[in-house]
């Protein structure tokens, strides 16, 4: 299958500090990606649309100032949590859909602000 | 807006029982319903899916149902393994600009009994 690569793993910043989480599409081009956060023993909640060459698409309730989302290139979507606070602390993950819409997911990311 | 809901979100059975998971969705449009596995901590694994031109579809000891009319699909698994326990997620494709999008069952955690 196709292989979307997350980076970091984990990270533990402190508050106030930004942190920057790269997705990647190892062997396919994507241009879309999307970015999902997910709290212990909870869902995959949508928080916003990639799109490569324009502006990321937010889902209503997610702060576009606080999560930075750029697609700079069709196999690199990045996202920047801004001004961290202890309750930004969850797992983020990424997804590139391919074909008919399948998706496939990145590692995430386990983010711990102090 | 578009939810998806998923029952039950625990399931404990026997080593060698069948476990069925079941999911309703709300939007008439959406034509893709993926299930993915996810254990503590990693990826979530498609496992399978299913488009709304079939009825059923079936890969070894798991099988999918979709009734469009009544907008709902389950998930089977049969001849249940303690490597089956994990979290199980649900998803219905949301048309979303470009690339329709996936929401996400509430998830649900199976354990099985060795």
């Known amino acids: 299958g196709a292989v979307v690569s997350q980076h970091p793993s984990r990270v533990i910043c402190k508050s106030g500090t930004s942190v920057k989480i790269e997705c990647r599409s190892l062997d396919f081009q994507a241009t879309t990606m999307f970015w999902y956060r997910q709290f212990p023993k909870q869902s995959l909640m949508l928080m916003a649309t990639s799109n490569e060459g324009s502006k990321a698409t937010y889902e209503q309730g997610v702060e576009k100032d606080k999560f930075l989302i750029n697609h700079a290139s069709l196999t690199l979507s990045t996202l920047t949590v801004t001004s961290a606070h202890p309750e930004d602390s969850s797992f983020y993950i990424c997804s590139a859909p391919r074909g008919l819409g399948e998706a496939f997911f990145g590692q995430g990311t386990r983010l711990t602000v102090v | ?114």
Do not use: M
């Open chain 2, 1 to 114: 807006g578009e939810n998806v809901e998923q029952h039950p979100s625990t399931l404990s059975v026997q080593e060698g029982d069948s476990a069925v998971i079941k999911c309703t969705y709300s939007d008439s449009a959406s034509n893709y319903f993926p299930w993915y596995k996810q254990e503590l901590g990693k990826r979530p694994q498609l496992i399978i899916d299913i488009r709304s031109n079939v009825g059923e579809k079936k890969d070894q000891r798991i099988a999918v149902t979709l009734n469009k009319t009544a907008k709902h699909f389950s998930l089977h698994i049969t001849e249940t393994q303690p490597e089956d326990s994990a979290v199980y997620f649900c998803a219905a494709s949301i048309r979303g600009g470009a690339t329709n999008k996936l929401i996400f069952g509430t998830g649900t955690l199976l354990a099985v009994q060795p």
